[in-house]
């Protein structure tokens, strides 16, 4: 068996930078995402099997297995169109503001303002900025587990990324 090193260290680059796709929702639908999809826009290798790919993270989109059949249809011009908030962006936020750890612990209110300085700071749009209790969903999700205490709720396991 060939095995196309270019391809599986992009695909290793947007792991490291995002997770397993397996993580998100597609962007275009809510089937859950099955595979990293180059946008059409960006400039990508073609491997010795035909398949599109980059190495460079803000070059991909989650998407499921019908809608990148679609998207690969799709004129080379077109991007990918939206068709619910994308769940993608968070692991954005996410990866810039906190880690996973073990050991670590942050309040919500503090991890929430933290979130809403991070938008602010991105100029993301008013209408995709998560609720409170939507952003307490998105940190469970990646892995934090809510907890009581005397001063708020608690979030284990994740921390603040620190510069």
């Known amino acids: 068996m060939i095995v196309n090193h270019a391809y599986v260290n992009a695909m290793k680059a947007i792991e490291a930078a995002y997770g397993p796709v397996g993580e998100y929702g597609c962007i275009r639908c809510v089937r859950a995402a099955s595979r990293w999809v180059v946008d059409n826009r960006a400039p990508a290798t073609v491997s010795v099997d035909m398949r599109r790919f980059s190495g460079n993270p803000d070059d991909v989109w989650p998407m499921c297995t019908r809608c990148e059949h679609d998207y690969d249809l799709m004129d080379d011009a077109a991007g ?84």
């Open 80 to 163: 990918p169109v939206f068709r619910r908030v994308s769940t993608f962006a968070q692991r954005h936020w996410f990866a810039d503001c906190f880690a996973v750890d073990a050991e670590g612990s942050v309040s919500l209110r503090d991890a929430y303002t933290t979130y809403l300085d991070h938008c602010a700071e991105s100029q993301i749009p008013t209408s995709e900025i998560m609720t409170r209790h939507a952003f307490k969903a998105a940190m469970l999700r990646h892995g934090g587990i809510a907890a009581r205490s005397r001063t708020g709720v608690l979030i284990r396991k994740i921390r603040l990324r620190t510069n």
